[in-house]
């Protein structure tokens, strides 16, 4: 699987989970994840093939909904000290706060300039039993494409007392987390925990500064 494809798998998951939590948060109220999951993906489609501005490459609109709607579900903190890994303990909290902050922006704009991978995919939702004291789970899923094999996504979720969040995303074998941990240990040993800030920095000013052409 090639690393372009691999990026729009990995946009097209995070636009199927875009709004997990928007249900009641209170415990009593939560749906299961997967059937959360599943409801809410017919309105997140809908709405991307509604909208004609985000159909025509608005890159401001599409960072305004990506922001407001889909990362708010999503637990930054912990998957960025899950790609950090052993390195997170050597950053001070100023410097947590930095990475947390940092990645999401990249994620942003990963997921903004990846916008138009979906077309017409089909996800399959598995069923998922569950116990009423679980607090994390894997949603299992299948995107059924045309001409190609379903490929398997699973979303690993919390329980947290906002309402469920993703904390990681896992295409075939390649875990969102995982595929960001060794780039990211590289940077720590050349340059420290600053030097992996400066890096992320980096890379979102360049990503910021790129022709929407040369993102495509």
Not at 96 to 105: D, G, H, I, P, W
């Amino acid at each position: 699987m090639t690393g372009y494809r691999m990026t729009k798998l990995l946009v097209l998951a995070l636009v199927t989970t875009g709004c997990l939590a928007a249900a009641p948060a209170r415990a009593q109220d939560m749906p299961a994840p997967d059937a959360l999951a599943k409801s809410v993906t017919d309105e997140v489609i809908a709405i991307m093939r509604a909208d004609k501005e985000i159909q025509s490459g608005n890159l401001k609109k599409v960072v305004d909904l990506v922001d407001k709607k889909v990362l708010p579900h999503f637990d930054f903190t912990r998957m960025t000290q899950l790609a950090v890994g052993r390195h997170w303990q050597q950053a001070t909290p100023e410097q947590q706060k930095q990475l947390v902050a940092e990645f999401r922006t990249l994620l942003v704009q990963t997921y903004a300039a990846t916008f138009a991978a979906y077309r017409d995919q089909k996800i399959e939702y598995r069923p998922l039993r569950t116990e009423p004291a679980d607090t994390d789970v894997v949603v299992k899923s299948l995107i059924h494409q045309s001409g190609g094999k379903p490929v398997a996504v699973d979303y690993k979720m919390r329980k947290t007392d906002t309402g469920w969040k993703v904390y990681d995303v896992v295409v075939g074998d390649l875990s969102l987390v995982q595929s960001y941990r060794g780039t990211f240990s590289t940077e720590v040993q050349k340059g420290g925990v600053e030097g992996l800030v400066k890096a992320l920095a980096d890379k979102n000013r360049q990503f910021t500064a790129e022709p929407q052409s040369a993102k495509k």
